[in-house]
């Protein structure tokens, strides 16, 4: 008669069931194992009699499918079953009954209708004649885990989508290095941007891409310091490519952390910006020539000027125009141009468009008429305005009042003839400068003669400074209006450009000089002294014959926009303080999803985060997740939205909030990677725990036969005594002979307990002792054996006679075995069930030496295909058939091994499939 205390211990109280082997007085160490089983409340144990009717219940059923005893025991278990599987019951018990027991997970019905995911496990019960007598059925709620599981699988296959994504990259170099900064991998982008092949640069250090002067300043090195520091390190500078080709690149580089936080190198992102680099400073420089154009046009009042589209109609309008013409802006832009030319010119102004389009530019006078109807003389330039392809896209128009110079050219043929001829060009600009600059009164106009004394200083200068034009027109310099230092300080400056001191007026000239054109802010004072911040416009004034004759600045009183413009940036610090201060990164994007602001947390948490960027481009992997789910919900539907998302490139996880503003969205948001993990540590303990009560379950026939044997024995022993007694006289050698007979089966029995109990608690807290590996061997051949004998697997173990004791956590190190022989009998079982019992064995060997212990766990089970080898030992990876494996099991081995100071390695080195513990002997000494 086989005894099961599992099977007693899950008697309900309520239940009356006569079977010899349930609540039997002869074996009174039942009652500690039926406490045991009641007491669980995360697996639902329970006992069915052969046709499947429930017969025991335990307080963790009760919980995990709703039923009480009463209301269970007596219905057949069919009724934990969804309708779609009406014959999956009936199954299992066949397939346990054929093969002793029967594993497997999928959906089951509690007693309110909801349905869990569960894990089963299902061990037929036989006596000792074989004849079947009921079943052991264990029951998980897996629910959870089976959440955590397909979350796994989607970020595999992310994962992998990611990697082909790189390796399709051809616009960036995207590569690895070690710690030390030698290349491992190299993507085919790096290669057309750096122009090595893998194979000529895999394993060289990457400072091979620097110049000579970096590499002299350690700039390689102290990359992957500050990267390694702060967790990413970005950068932009030259680089050198495989012909020796300089490019400006981008530069991002990651540190890479396994799971447990060692360094094991660098990813390293470049992009080639060398043409981007110079188009922005082609458009940095097109721009502050277009600043100097826009100022000159706004500060020429005198000049109409204004641009018509292809059939004449008016796109834009200056001041010069307005007080030329009369007409604001509004009046004319939509009109013809014709509508200034007097009725019998009205044709002129398409034959004019015409010759422009033809000859590219055309000058004429003709007479035109104002808004009040007074008409004057005027000079008309039309110049022709083409497209990249050269189509005329428009026409610029310049229209000067000739009025005042007739009356100058008058002035000038009545003047002295014997001024010289630059005297006479230079009196003629004057006037013609005089009458132009006197019409601006909120435009400084001073102009002066080559030598710098002032000619010209216009009613709007007068007004600015103080002065009237009869106090300073005479006087050498404009110079007496500036700050002295401030002159010094500029002078210095444009003195080591032109490596000659500068002093005065020099300062001025050289400026316009060096750029044909000057323009920068200075500080004017005023005749009462008080400081004019101005914008000033330097250039020189040609004759006609086009040499020339003095210079010019126009300026503009600025003061007030300075002031606005420190007010203004007075509330940014002030909104950025309170921004930074807070312990959420802050992001401002426009309608546009352009990058528009971000706080310091953002900035120190986003090593990809740019100011003025499309978002998108900058976290491209953001497509497709709930991110960008949520964020075009806000910028689309104007409404909050929270949610929290995996953000892969950083390995980070975040909590989001995002808010609609006028301007785009804002986000909020802050990282719970930490909290996420510990969620993710504590669901792998979870899912550990019960790694160790499937072992459990697996060995619980063979262990209730290796106890039932020894009870047996003492059993008998004991029974012969007694006949003996009744009989006759019992001598004291057969009383001492019963008795050592007894103490050793007793021994035994204690020792398969021990080793039972040790291997279902967990000891990472113990402390570690001096232990034999010949105990630890025997307590795993205790446990099993039966196990093996039964499957007709065979396991032999070679120790040596003397092995030194180790230092260890011994019920750690049983785990680790017990979990190596379980792998190697499932790995026989499955694929070598009709194979001869002489070619199913399973060795466990020890060498040591003086520093070491090593274990070696080999069996005759099929290879490891190569492309699993390098999976094997990471969590939640099994090659094992579904149910019956958790894929965490040599994981956790590997940690225990690890934290020992050793290791657990698959060898490569043998015919067999074969796993190597290696144990420091000390793992004080050799951590020193």
Not at 326 to 346: H, K, M, P
Not at 423 to 434: I, M, Q
Not at 513 to 522: F, I
């Amino acid at each position: 008669m086989i005894w099961d205390p599992s099977v007693s211990a899950m008697n309900a109280p309520a239940a009356k069931i006569d079977h010899p082997i349930i609540g039997s007085s002869s074996f009174p160490d039942q009652e500690p194992f039926r406490l045991m089983v009641e007491a669980v409340l995360d697996y639902a144990v329970f006992m069915l009699d052969p046709n499947g009717i429930v017969i025991t219940w335990n307080s963790g059923a009760e919980r995990i499918k709703g039923y009480t005893a009463d209301e269970i025991i007596g219905k057949h278990f069919s009724i934990f079953y969804p309708p779609e599987a009406p014959r999956l019951p009936d199954t299992e018990l066949s397939i346990a009954s054929a093969r002793g027991h029967y594993v497997n997970e999928g959906w089951r019905v509690r007693k309110d209708g909801s349905r869990f995911w569960a894990h089963v496990v299902l061990t037929a019960l036989r006596d000792v004649d074989g004849t079947l007598i009921g079943f052991g059925r264990v029951t998980r709620d897996l629910t959870e885990r089976r959440q955590i599981e397909q979350g796994l699988i989607a970020a595999n296959n992310h994962l992998d989508s990611f990697r082909l994504m790189v390796e399709s990259v051809t616009d960036y170099a995207v590569f690895m290095l070690d710690p030390k900064g030698v290349i491992t991998t190299w993507n085919p982008g790096a290669q057309r941007m750096k122009g090595y092949a893998a194979h000529e640069i895999i394993g060289k250090h990457f400072s091979i891409f620097y110049p000579p002067l970096a590499i002299g300043s350690r700039l390689p090195d102290r990359e992957l310091e500050i990267a390694t520091r702060n967790g990413h390190y970005v950068d932009e500078g030259w680089r050198l490519r495989k012909d020796g080709s300089r490019l400006w690149a981008s530069v991002t580089i990651t540190p890479l952390h396994d799971q447990f936080g060692t360094l094991v190198g660098f990813g390293k992102v470049t992009r080639d910006l060398t043409q981007k680099r110079a188009a922005e400073e082609r458009v940095t420089e097109a721009n502050i020539n277009l600043d100097r154009i826009r100022i000159l046009v706004e500060s020429i009042v005198d000049y109409a000027l204004y641009i018509v589209d292809p059939t004449g109609t008016i796109l834009t309008w200056n001041l010069g125009a307005k007080r030329l013409l009369g007409y604001d802006a509004q009046e004319v832009i939509g009109r013809t141009n014709e509508g200034f030319y007097l009725s019998e010119d009205s044709s002129q102004c398409s034959t004019e468009l015409a010759d422009a389009a033809t000859h590219g530019r055309i000058d004429h006078e003709h007479w035109l008429a104002r808004k009040d109807d007074s008409s004057f003389r005027a000079a008309i330039t039309t110049t022709v305005l083409r497209d990249v392809a050269g189509s005329p896209v428009g026409f610029g128009r310049v229209i000067r009042d000739l009025t005042e110079k007739r009356a100058a050219e008058v002035a000038l043929q009545e003047s002295d003839r014997s001024r010289s001829e630059a005297a006479a060009s230079l009196a003629a600009a004057n006037s013609y400068l005089t009458s132009i600059s006197n019409a601006s009164i909120f435009t400084s106009v001073i102009a002066t003669d080559l030598h710098g004394t002032i000619t010209n200083f216009n009613r709007g200068a007068e007004l600015m400074l103080g002065y009237s034009a009869s106090e300073v027109v005479g006087i050498r310099s404009p110079g007496i209006f500036h700050v002295a230092s401030e002159v010094e300080d500029r002078g210095r400056i444009l003195g080591e450009i032109v490596h000659r001191p500068l002093h005065d007026f020099e300062v001025f000239t050289t400026a316009i000089d060096l750029h044909g054109h000057a323009q920068s802010e200075w500080t004017y004072i005023h005749k009462d002294g008080h400081p004019i911040t101005v914008c000033l416009s330097l250039s020189t004034i040609q004759g006609d014959n086009g040499d020339p004759v003095g210079y010019l600045g126009v300026a503009q009183d600025i003061t007030e926009k300075h002031l606005a413009t420190r007010e203004l940036h007075a509330a940014h610090a002030q909104l950025n303080s309170v921004m930074n201060s807070t312990s959420d990164g802050v992001m401002e994007l426009g309608h546009d999803w352009t990058v528009l602001y971000g706080n310091r947390k953002a900035v120190t948490t986003l090593p990809d985060f740019k100011l003025g960027r499309n978002y998108w481009t900058c976290f491209p992997a953001v497509r497709n997740t709930p991110t960008e789910t949520g964020l075009r919900k806000t910028m689309e539907e104007r409404v909050e939205t929270a949610f929290e998302s995996y953000y892969q490139p950083y390995d980070l996880y975040y909590r989001v909030r995002v808010y609609p503003t006028e301007s785009g969205i804002s986000i909020f948001f802050a990282d719970v990677t930490s909290e996420k993990t510990l969620q993710s540590q504590l669901a792998l303990e979870q899912v550990l725990r019960e790694k160790r009560i499937e072992a459990l379950s697996h060995m619980a026939g063979g262990l209730a036969h290796e106890i039932s044997n020894p009870l047996a024995i003492i059993h008998a022993r004991a029974s012969d005594l007694k006949e003996l007694n009744a009989t006759r006289t019992i001598t004291p050698e057969e009383i001492l002979k019963a008795c050592d007979s007894i103490v050793y089966t007793s021994d035994r029995a204690i020792r398969i307990l021990r080793g039972l109990r040790g291997f279902a608690r967990e000891a990472g807290n113990d402390p570690m002792e001096w232990a034999s590996i010949h105990s630890i061997a025997e307590q795993c051949l205790e446990l099993q054996q039966t196990r093996f004998e039964r499957h007709h697997v065979t396991l032999t173990m070679d120790l040596p006679g003397e092995i030194p004791l180790f230092l260890c956590r011994e019920t750690q190190v049983i785990q680790i075995l017990t979990n190596l022989l379980n792998n190697s009998f499932d790995a026989i079982d499955q694929s070598q069930s009709n194979t001869d019992p002489k070619d199913r064995w399973v060795s466990l060997a020890v060498t040591h030496t003086a520093e070491t212990i090593c274990i070696n766990v080999t069996d005759s089970g099929p290879d490891i295909d190569d492309k699993v080898r390098p999976h094997l030992m990471d969590p939640f990876f099994t090659t094992k058939s579904p149910g019956l494996g958790t894929g965490v099991g040599l994981s956790l081995s590997r940690a225990i091994a690890q934290d020992h100071g050793g290791t657990l390695t698959l060898c490569s080195d043998t015919a067999h499939t074969c796993f190597r513990l290696i144990l420091p002997i000390n793992p004080e000494i050799a951590n020193q």
